[in-house]
């Protein structure tokens, strides 16, 4: 399984980055893919997920309204679109799979149930 995450940059605050995660080397009949984040100092945040058999998405309160997840099956791609980025947003941001066969709403954020982990795009909003 490989995770590639692309996009990360820097840029000022209210503005704007896509990020991209090409993902290749499985054929998980469902799995879970998304975003976390780890900021300076602190623990990993889960930042949004996609089950592929519900097909919803779910999000940090912090980041609703603003960030959107999307993908692009042709192209083995998921993206973040970030919006409106605030400096408490600056991270490493990695891209995740969880190939668990069950799946609860309630627990996506769970950084203990992803199994597969990009290397990391750093993000860097200045105030």
């Known amino acids: 399984v490989q995770l590639v995450e692309s996009g990360g940059g820097f840029v000022q605050a209210g503005g704007s980055l896509r990020l991209s995660c090409v993902f290749s080397?499985?054929?998980?009949?469902?799995?879970?893919i998304g975003w976390f984040r780890q900021a300076p100092g602190k623990e990993r945040e889960g930042v949004s997920c996609?089950?592929?058999?519900?097909?919803?998405?779910f999000y940090a309160d912090s980041v609703k309204g603003r960030f959107t997840q999307s993908s692009d099956n042709s192209k083995n791609t998921v993206y973040l679109q970030m919006n409106n980025l605030k400096p408490e947003d600056t991270a490493v941001y990695y891209c995740?799979?969880?190939?668990?066969?069950?799946?609860?709403?309630?627990?996506?954020?769970?950084?203990?149930?992803?199994?597969?982990w990009g290397q990391g795009t750093q993000v860097t909003v200045s105030s």
């Open positions: 995740v799979v969880d190939s668990g066969v069950f799946f609860h709403a309630r627990s996506w954020s769970q950084e203990a149930l992803y199994d597969y």
């Open positions: 080397g499985f054929t998980f009949e469902d799995y879970t």
């Open positions: 996609t089950r592929g058999s519900i097909g919803e998405t």
